[in-house]
């Protein structure tokens, strides 16, 4: 699709001009999935986040129309900064309903902060330039402590409510999926998760741990060449061929018994567990492989810092902290193992210099006229030894 500059009146900026095919979701998640190279994704996403920023510059859409605030300026979220850094062409649109005014696979021209489908302009929202977005990102760096108030008070109410966590009130069913004395690697859909596993693959390699898929986590884990042991969640994210891999499905419910994943089996003919808690899916996997006794969990894409806490845009994130606080000393993150585990040497690689030894040797054999005499008195001892006759 073209993407060109207007030209400019004399003394003004020139306004930048796309043009491609309309692709609405509400849900960017679930967006991402149908976007392909050159498309404009049309979105509802309050305070965009790392995660979806990535997902959305890797589908190579070429602008981004929110029908939200791309940024509240409760804390400095980093989506809109990765999008017009990667020279996506951002634009708020709060006071237009685009889910009415476009329809899925209108041609559209985004002119500047203006929405034309077939020259007509349904309507004119507010572009996120790189200069004004980093600044604004800088400034909420600076108050970042209003958000951690915020956070923090949040966190305490929740702890109550979701206190089943760390009281280990959760009843678990019996597994085919074998945790006991094992590592395992808990994949989530999350900042840098795909970076993260493709450096764990050594470790991978060599330790065999239980892979662990919570929803879109489990794509990953295929996608890097391995199949999932167990995929947790409520099954939104992960395809239908991720699904149908042979891995043990397990539905997180909520409390009182409402399981939306098993919907989405069901129909499949999928066999699946439910486990209703509290908390994320990610929390709800880590419990599992805790309570089956691994031996070591490591998190692949998990929030691990206050801003990516923040992101995941869930009031206080406490069932995260109290899935830590339970679960304690044997929770790795993965940036901590692939900066300390050393990969063993393949057995292509130990193969390879076990030959490269015996062919230098049999060279040096060959030329040193010494040690030829040698070799053929030793090949004849051997001969006699094993009974083969010449």
């Not at 994949?187 to 060599?206: E, S, T």
């Amino acid at each position: 699709m073209a993407v060109s500059p207007a030209r400019p009146h004399s003394g003004e900026e020139a306004v930048r001009e796309v043009t491609g095919i309309a692709r609405l979701g509400r849900r960017t998640k679930h967006l991402v999935k149908r976007l392909r190279p050159g498309d404009i994704a049309i979105l509802h996403h309050r305070d965009l986040d790392r995660v979806s920023g990535e997902d959305l510059i890797a589908c190579g859409v070429q602008a981004v129309l929110n029908c939200a605030p791309s940024s509240t300026g409760r804390y400095p979220n980093m989506g809109p900064l990765l999008l017009v850094q990667a020279g996506v062409h951002l634009v708020d649109v709060v006071d237009v309903d685009l889910f009415k005014a476009l329809g899925e696979g209108d041609p559209v021209t985004v002119r500047g902060g203006e929405i034309l489908r077939r020259g007509e302009v349904v309507a004119t929202g507010a572009v996120q330039d790189p200069t004004t977005v980093q600044k604004l990102t800088d400034e909420r760096r600076e108050e970042i402590g209003e958000a951690l108030e915020a956070f923090a008070r949040n966190t305490v109410e929740h702890m109550v409510e979701e206190r089943e966590l760390l009281a280990g009130k959760l009843e678990l069913p019996r597994f085919d999926t074998d945790f006991r004395d094992r590592y395992v690697l808990i994949v989530v859909r999350g900042v840098d998760h795909q970076r993260d596993l493709k450096a764990l693959r050594p470790y991978i390699r060599d330790v065999r741990p239980v892979l662990v898929g919570v929803d879109g986590g489990a794509n990953a884990i295929v996608d890097e060449g391995f199949r999932p042991d167990m995929i947790v969640g409520d099954m939104d994210s992960a395809t239908e061929a991720v699904l149908r891999s042979g891995a043990e499905l397990v539905v997180h419910a909520y409390p009182d018994g409402r399981a939306p994943g098993r919907e989405r089996l069901t129909p499949l003919g999928l066999e699946h567990k439910i486990v209703p808690a509290p908390g994320t899916s990610q929390d709800v996997a880590m419990l599992i492989a805790a309570e089956k006794g691994a031996r070591l969990i490591v998190s692949v894409g998990s929030q691990f810092n206050l801003i990516e806490f923040l992101d995941k845009n869930r009031r206080g994130m406490s069932s995260t902290f109290l899935t830590r606080l339970r679960i304690g000393e044997i929770l790795v993150d993965a940036k901590g193992v692939s900066r300390l585990y050393r990969p063993r040497p393949g057995l292509g690689l130990l193969a390879a210099i076990v030959l490269a030894g015996v062919v230098t040797l049999t060279l040096i054999v060959i030329v040193t006229p010494g040690l030829r005499d040698v070799a053929d008195l030793l090949w004849l001892k051997l001969q006699v030894l094993l009974g083969i006759k010449v």
